[in-house]
Structure formats: C-alpha cells, structure tokens
C-alpha cells in the first residue's frame, strides 16, 4: 500500500494532487474438503488466491479567489481517476495444509474505472447571503469481466458495461444574524456498481449462477434543510434530510431467475428506496467549568423500501443497515494544555440484513444488535514531539453483535512522535 500527497497554499491559489495504491501482492486461502477433526493431518482441499486485486486512485483539486481571500467568488474545481481489479481464483490441491495449487477449479475476475471532472463556485452575494452551485461529470466502465468454474461447467465472459452521468448540487445559506444561520441543499449524486459486485460469481449447493452483469447505476436525489444557533463556545444545529435512490444496489435475497421459487442472496437494484430523518448536533466548551467540552448528536430516520419488482414482500420495509435512532456523546476535559480525559459514548438502534425485515433474531451470529458502549480515553502531551495515550473501549463490558460478536472491553495504548 503505498500514498503521496502534494499541496501548496497561496492567498489567491490552493491546489492539492493525491495518489494511492493498494495491491494485494500475496493472498491465500487454504481450505479442506472434509470437516475437522479429520482433516487436521491433511488431504483434498482448495487454495484460493486474490493475488492482483487491488485499486489505484488519483485526485486533483484546486481553489482559485480571483479576488483574494475577501473576494465575492470562492470556484474549486479538480479531476479524479479510480481503477479497482477483482482476481479471485480457486484451485485444486492434493494437501490443503501445504501441497502446491493444481488445476484451476473456479475463477472471477473484472475490472472498473472511474474519470470524474467537478466545478463549484461558492459566490458571496451580499454579506447575509452565499450560493454554492457545483456539477460534477463521471464516466464510468467495466471491463474484463469473466466467471469460470470447472464443475459445473461454466466459462462466460461478461459483457463491457459503461455510463456517463452529470450530478449537479445547490446550496443557499443566509446569515440572518450574529447568532442565527439558515441553510437549504439540493443535490443528485450516483453510485456505479464495484466489480465485486458485477463479476464474484455466487455458488448455490452444487450449483453456481453467474452474478447479474447488468447492474444499473444508482442514483440518489437528496435535501438537507437546516438551522443553527451560535452560543458563546459552541453551537446547536436541527437539520431536516431526505433522500430518494433509484435503483438502490443492495443485497437482497430474491429469485436470479424470474419465476424461480429458491432465493438466493446476492446484489441487485431495488426500484426505489427513501429515507426522511432530523438530526440534532451540539456542542460547548468551558461547560461550568474551564476545559470541560461536551458535544454530541441524535439522529432518526424513517427508511423504506418503496418499490422492488425483484422482490414484492420487502414493499413498505426498513432499509438494511440503516438505524432508526442514533446518538453520539463525547465529554473532554482538559486540566492544562498537557492533559487530555475523555469519555465517549455510541448508540445505535437494531439494524436488519435482509430486506424483508425476516432477521429478528438479532444475538447470534449473523444478527444486528441494538447497542451502548462507552469508551475511555487519556492523553498526555509530553513535549512538542512525543504524545502518550492509553484508553479503554468498551469499557462497560457491552456484549452485542453486529453480523459476529464485536470485542467487548479492550485496553489500548500508543505513544507517538512528531517531527
């Protein structure tokens, strides 16, 4: 894994380039054909290996004030480039534990690339006023996409997929006084299928069904309305968001085959999935007392799945993964400059993985817990170059799941030097 960033900060000009990659350069996963205890000392297996999967990226982004700092136009405008590779192969072998790869049992493999332009232009029309309009273009393909398997037989080549899209955004925010700012936002944004998504073929019992190659782009329509009071050291701000997608990605369980009556999990688009929701952030420093912070947040949202052809029965259901309530609350107090205690607590309400809702057993493997963990956390400065810290997660013993049990109380300590 390697990065670079590269930037420079100027009155009229800031401009940054960023660079990444990411390789697996060795991947292996050894598994046996029989159940232990009997394949301890060996015997059939499978190797598989991810050896050349990985993404590279690459951004460009600039900020020009054609006026300076103080001007009335702020434009920022950049370029990007992501290019993510699925190698995924499966091979035969005599001896799980350390015999060499045979012949090649199972494969998925694709590639997708991204090239994106944005513009924004953050305009200060009078000293109350500002409007913020961008676009950002992307066109996006996959390629190379292939599903092997040597039994059942299956050797398809995937065709090439590609689409432009434009997603435009809006913002208005008005300063109606010291204390009081208001803001309204309107934007379309989408999201392109990943290539695990398009070529990880899926392997049913004795049968393997080549994932759906056609998936569409989703697209979101989303608006935020929001107002926020200034205090002296802090602030409280209510938003109002909603958010409509079009041929969500999601897996699903539903037929591959219209008419089938086996269900099969895998990803598809869902016609049409909303969300409405208020979240309510605030946060104060020297509360009672000098050096004492406090902030925090709670969020509802009202998701549902409003229309899959796909799948009738997840009509009128929550969208997976997504929490009705959720709430965040971090207490810092800072003695002196050098000293640093905190106590931050996390909550979520219970989440599901299916779209039908069907998953209400919620503690046991594969289920999603409701939760409330605390952590704890204290940091020391100990000159301008060396920062010690020890904390303790979860320091309340919360025993929840979250698809497999998340770690409950666990110790951590770092110590850290800056140039």
Known sequence: ?????????????????????????????????????????????????????GWRTLDAKAIYRPDGADGAHELSFGAHNDQYELANRRFGTTNWLSGAP????????????????????????SPALKLTTGGRWESWEATDGVNFSL???LNTQQPAL??????????????????????????????????????????????????????RPERALSTEWALER??????????????????????????????????????????QVRSRGVEVMADRDDVLVHGFSLSGSVTYVDSEIVR???????VGKQIPQVPSWRATMVVTYHPDDHWALTIAGRYSDRVYATIDNTDTVTHTYQGFDSYLVFDARVTHRLDDHWTAAAGLE???????????PFPQRTATAELQYRC
């Open 1 to 53: 894994m390697h990065s670079a960033v590269l930037t420079h900060t100027g009155r009229v000009l800031d401009w940054r380039l960023s660079g990444s990659i990411y390789d697996y350069d060795t991947s292996e996963q050894r598994t046996p054909s029989t159940a232990l205890p009997g394949a301890a000392t060996g015997g059939a297996g499978s190797v598989t290996r991810f050896d050349g999967t």
């Open 102 to 125: 045979g012949s090649l049992a199972s494969a998925a493999l694709g590639q997708t690339e991204t090239l994106a332009i944005w513009a924004q232009d953050a305009w200060r029309i």
């Open 151 to 153: 039994t059942p037989a």
């Open 162 to 215: 590609d689409a432009d899209r434009f997603s435009p955004k809006a913002a208005l925010e008005w300063a109606i006084s010291p204390e009081w700012t208001a803001r309204a936002a309107i934007g379309r944004a989408y999201r392109f299928p990943t290539v695990g998504e398009l070529c990880q073929a899926i392997t049913t019992g004795a049968t393997l069904t080549v994932p759906n190659p056609n998936l």
């Open 230 to 271: 200034r205090l002296e050291g802090g602030s409280v701000r209510v938003s109002v968001f909603t958010e409509n997608i079009d041929d969500a990605l999601i897996s699903q369980t539903a037929p591959l085959v219209a008419g089938s009556t086996t269900l099969i999990n895998y990803v598809q688009n869902v016609d």
């Open 308 to 314: 899959d052809t796909a799948f009738p029965a997840a």
């Open 394 to 404: 979860n320091f309340g013993d919360e025993d929840y799941f979250l698809f497999h």
